[in-house]
Structure formats: C-alpha cells, structure tokens
C-alpha cells in the first residue's frame, strides 16, 4: 500500500473520531509488516487527560486483531507485529505528528517510519522513525 493510500484510510478512520472538546479529530492507519492495515481515531474524555490518541487506539486494535497478546511460552502466539509505516491524519491540521507518548508507543512495535500530510500539497511526507525518537528505548533495552 503506498503512503498516500495509507493516509487517506488514516483520513478515514479521522472521521470516526470522538472529539467534542477540541473538536480535533485526527485518525491513524498502521501497515503492519503482513500488509494488513488497521486504524484507530482519537477519542476524548470529560476529563481531558484521560483523552486517548489515535495511534494509541490503532495499536490497541493491532493487538486485538494480530492476537499479539499472547505470551510468548505460548507457541501458538504469533510473533510480535511491526509496524512498517504509520500514517497520522488531522482533519484540522497538517502535519499532524504523533505525540512523544504516542511515539514511544509506536516505537514498542517497530515502527520504521510515519506518513503525515504536507501542511501546503496535502501529500504524503514520509519520515524515518529514527528521526522522530532518536535514541529511542525499547524492548531490545531490556
Ligand atoms: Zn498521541
């Protein structure tokens, strides 16, 4: 799937978005390393901090989905998913980069690149994952 296709299912996925409060709605689109693509919108809260992004709910969905959440003493689990690209879509705002806690988060999965749209053309930018966490900690730290 090329990075425009993938920003218009993150396009998609931002217009399902519960954002009364900052009446920002923005969705994500994840290209996992099987080319499946799974999404996720923003979905705030009364309580402002209890607000959950739009890839945090795609990677939630990633999970359900790949059935990652398995241990891996199960050998049945399948290994854990990589994200190949992420594509973050607001339908307010371009760029719409992820958060630093939605970057960690992408980072835990491998995450090796994201796609946001060019503030002027609304075209796909595409940004190396080392650019956007350098020096990241991950799971290979551990
Ligand atoms: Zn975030």
Do not use: W
Request: aromatic share 6%; net charge negative; with cysteine.
């Amino acid at each position: 799937m090329s990075p425009d296709a993938l920003l218009d299912r993150a396009r998609e996925a931002a217009a399902h978005a519960y954002a009364p409060y900052s009446t920002f709605p923005v969705g994500c689109a994840l290209l996992l390393q099987d080319g499946s693509v799974v999404t996720g919108c923003n979905v705030e809260n009364a309580s402002y901090g209890l607000s959950m992004c739009a890839e945090r709910g795609a990677i939630s969905r990633m999970i359900i989905e790949t059935g990652a959440n398995r241990p891996p003493s199960d050998d049945s689990a399948p290994p854990r998913p990589k994200i190949v690209l992420a594509a973050i879509a607001g339908l307010k705002a371009a760029p719409c980069y992820p958060c630093g806690a939605c970057r960690q988060v992408l980072h835990e999965f491998d995450c090796g690149a994201i796609v946001v749209e060019d503030n002027e053309t609304k075209g796909p930018v595409v940004i190396d994952f080392a650019d956007l966490l350098p020096h990241a900690f991950g799971p290979a730290d551990l």
